[in-house]
């Protein structure tokens, strides 16, 4: 066989360029499917698993798809260029898609001359394992090509190139040469799971960026780990008296938020390996799992900098916010009735414009520039717990001077004072308690008046200077403790 096509395990799966079964029916779901896009969903060390389940479950007469054309089931199969198609099952002609082809006398005779070179290969394997074996004298029962029948009633036998015990745990070896079909390979993991024994391929040599295709079948279903058994390896066996392999595996790391594959050359020793029956996997390195907590931290990356842009985006925000309300009080403090009235009132509408785009303006076409003012003042008292920009003396003459002039701004004054925490300073004022009686007195009206209710634009603007976006918080919505806020 010239030349060797290898595929990176993460990179997208190809079909073959002309595929003869151009559409196949998925048999759960009915639908027809694309042969080229459905091969390209999957990344390569996918492909290789998919093909391996879908060729198992057609042994159980299970097939998951069928030719969209003549309703056979079909599996995947793949070139030797590492490109992958759908086979029919059977074909009798009936289909014109042609998907197995037969053999020339040429092509029979170069396979049986690979068989004889290869039988030699296998008998070295074989005789390298069996020393290895032999160095570690835990292993029992070492035996080559002994018939392992079938437990338990279960049917068939198997003669595994090698078989050994290690306490109460079988082991079957087999030696993995380039002509074990896929079917062979899944039979045996068949039979061995249900046997609750252990089974290792050995290959002779392996190197990442040069793959047969039987040695991605064993690497891809023994979740990435691969086994040599060479002279190196029984060299360090009989050295340490315990059992060693030559292991290849791939280790994950993450690159930007892609994982990206290292390939790791490793001299292990069995006490490190790890065995899963069920799935029938031997490993040194678990690489399922540590590719699925990368994928955990990737996500969790992600997230991180979600938040972390949401946080800048928020804090941007309230720095903008900060900005507007800083103009709106300096246009209100800076302003002296001496200056010019055009002027002040340009800046005013612009203002009004940027609030109005924050939503928080005035709806109006010449908005009130007094209600901005009396807005400003109002916070600066509450703030400084005297009057600021008022005419008055003390924040009990502010209480009554809004009662009677501007009763839409009382509530909202109660709960300034609230939140800047000056509200005893009202209750320090109103020496004479008539403001107390007064609040006492018309706390009916003020609750069912509606003219104690500040328009809606108004609030959320007086809302949004004070620092307070929290409407209900301000304004005469939540009349449940109101009075409480206006007299103790
Ligand atoms: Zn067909």
């Not at 390996?273 to 907590?293: G, P, S, W």
């Not at 804090?315 to 507007?324: G, K, S, V």
């Not at 809606?456 to 929290?470: H, K, M, P, Q, T």
């Amino acid at each position: 066989m010239a030349g060797n096509v290898t595929i990176d395990p993460r990179a997208w799966a190809e079909a073959v360029k002309k595929p003869a079964i151009q559409h196949v029916r998925s048999l759960k779901s009915g639908l027809m499917l694309d042969v080229r896009r459905l091969i390209g969903s999957f990344r390569y060390q996918h492909a290789i698993l998919l093909r391996q389940k879908l060729k198992s479950q057609m042994k159980a007469n299970e097939s998951r798809f069928s030719c969209a054309t003549c309703g056979v089931p079909v599996y995947l199969a793949c070139s030797t260029s590492k490109r992958f198609f759908f086979r029919h099952r059977h074909e009798d002609g009936s289909c014109p898609a042609i998907t197995r082809s037969s053999f020339t006398e040429a092509d029979i005779r170069a396979m049986q001359y690979r068989g004889a070179q290869e039988s030699k290969a296998h008998k070295r394997v074989k005789e390298l394992l069996i020393r290895s074996l032999a160095a570690d004298a835990r292993f029992l029962d070492q035996q080559c090509e002994k018939t392992w029948r079938a437990s338990e009633g279960l049917a068939g036998l198997r003669r595994p190139d090698v078989s050994a015990r290690i306490d109460s745990l079988r082991l079957a070896f087999e030696v993995q040469l380039s002509t074990t079909f896929l079917d062979v390979v899944l039979s045996r993991r068949e039979f061995y799971r249900s046997e609750r024994a252990a089974l290792l391929w050995i290959v002779p040599n392996f190197h990442p960026s040069y793959r047969r295709m039987t040695d991605d079948d064993i690497l891809f279903g023994n979740n990435s780990n691969i086994f040599v058994v060479d002279d190196a390896s029984v060299a360090a066996s009989e050295h340490r008296g315990r059992l060693m392999f030559t292991c290849w595996y791939r280790k994950p790391r993450v690159q930007g938020d892609e994982i990206v594959d290292d390939w790791i050359e490793e001299l292990v020793e069995w006490d490190d390996l790890e065995i899963n029956l069920d799935q029938q996997t031997v490993c040194a390195f678990n690489y399922i799992a540590a590719e699925t907590a990368l994928n955990q931290q990737i996500r969790e990356n992600q997230l991180a900098r979600a938040a972390e842009t949401e946080q800048a985006a928020i804090r941007e925000q309230e720095a903008r916010d900060q900005r507007l309300r800083e103009q709106a009080f300096n246009l209100v403090s800076s302003y002296d009735e001496r200056d010019d009235y055009i002027i002040r009132e340009q800046d005013w509408l612009d203002l009004n414009r940027s609030l109005t785009e924050r939503e928080c303006g005035l709806n109006s076409k010449q908005p009130d520039y007094s209600k901005l003012a009396r807005m400003v003042s109002l916070i600066e008292t509450a703030r400084n717990g005297r009057p600021i920009g008022f005419g008055y003396g003390s924040l009990a003459e502010i209480a009554h001077h809004l009662f009677h002039q501007h009763p839409d701004y009382l509530f909202a004054f109660g709960h300034l004072l609230d939140a800047f925490g000056t509200k005893a300073i009202l209750d320090r004022d109103d020496r004479t308690g008539k403001w107390k009686m007064k609040v006492a007195k018309e706390r009916e009206t003020m609750r069912s008046d509606p003219k104690f209710k500040m328009p809606e634009d108004e609030e959320l603007l007086l809302a949004f200077l004070s620092g307070n976006r929290s409407r209900s918080t301000l304004a005469n919505n939540d009349s449940s403790n109101t009075d409480r806020k206006l007299a103790a």
